[in-house]
């Protein structure tokens, strides 16, 4: 059984929880337990609700109140997941430092890009289920169906280096190259180079890889994209490296029922469009130019 905390709130986001609900609701979750070390405790004040326990720890910038419910979250509501695992952390904390040389901060970004990428594709990808012979005997086993391949697509130039190791963690996919840049003054998107099909077949699933999700422009025409060409908002997941109240909160405005798998929330974008603390032009660091 699963213990739901429903927080409504106005404001933002102000540090990354382990799932959240963007803008209007927030659903933070934790298996229960008897048990002291998988205990939960749930702490109001007039500017947060912290969540706390052993294993893992939540903030949520909040104007209201706090109610407990046993229910699962409504299909219809976008959903950022947050994983806390410690490799995670570590990854975006090598991201962070700006001592990170190019090699080095590229390979922290795929590797992140792996685990997020392995969380979210956690019961939702098609299976196939059959016998086989084993050196020892007869077993039943469960394959991922390849007629089904996974849509991978990066949004370059960044996402590519979030995206690298998706063909080693998906057994099949299917990668289409978006590229969308965006103004430096007006901080408006323009697409430069689309690769994605027409028309995908009905049921595609797609995981959509952009590192920097801080004013949500860019990430917003490349769903638009996909839902032109017939994917559907649940089909769709977006991978990125950080994540940021204003792009989350057109995400959930625009796109009900998406989920969205992130490094780590941070708390503010500047004027010039860049994510605080965030970790910099992910683009740039990764490619060095």
């Known amino acids: 059984m699963m213990a739901w905390c429903r927080i409504h709130f106005n404001l933002n986001l102000s540090s990354p929880s382990d799932s959240a609900l963007i803008p209007h609701t927030c659903h933070s979750h934790t298996p229960s ?144 190259h978006l590229g969308i840049s965006r103004n430096e003054e007006t901080l408006q998107p323009t697409i430069y180079l689309n690769k994605l099909p027409e028309k995908f077949t009905e049921g595609s699933k797609a995981f959509v890889v952009d590192p920097m999700l801080a004013t949500g422009g860019t990430i917003v025409a490349a769903l638009n994209l996909l839902k032109e060409r017939g994917v559907s908002n649940k089909h769709i997941k977006v991978i990125s490296a950080v994540a940021a109240p204003p792009a989350l909160q057109k995400l959930s405005e625009q796109f009900p029922g998406l989920h969205v798998y992130t490094g780590i929330i941070d708390p503010t974008v500047n004027e010039k469009g860049f994510i605080i603390p965030g970790l910099g032009d992910a683009g740039d660091r990764s490619y060095g130019t």
């Open 33 to 176: 337990s008897s048990s002291s070390s998988s205990s939960s405790l749930f702490r109001t004040t007039t500017r947060k609700i912290s969540l706390s326990s052993v294993q893992r720890r939540s903030c949520v910038a909040v104007s209201s109140h706090m109610t407990m419910e046993e229910k699962p979250v409504s299909d219809n509501r976008m959903l950022v997941y947050v994983p806390p695992h410690p490799l995670i952390k570590h990854w975006v904390s090598v991201l962070r430092n700006e001592q990170t040389p190019c090699p080095i901060f590229r390979n922290a970004m795929a590797e992140l890009g792996r685990l997020l990428m392995y969380e979210a594709s956690r019961d939702w990808l098609p299976t196939v289920a059959g016998e086989i012979q084993s050196p020892m005997g007869v077993a039943s086993v469960e394959f991922i169906d390849p007629r089904e391949p996974v849509a991978v697509i990066p949004i370059l130039r960044a996402g590519l280096a979030l995206a690298e190791h998706a063909s080693s963690i998906l057994p099949a996919t299917k990668t289409y």
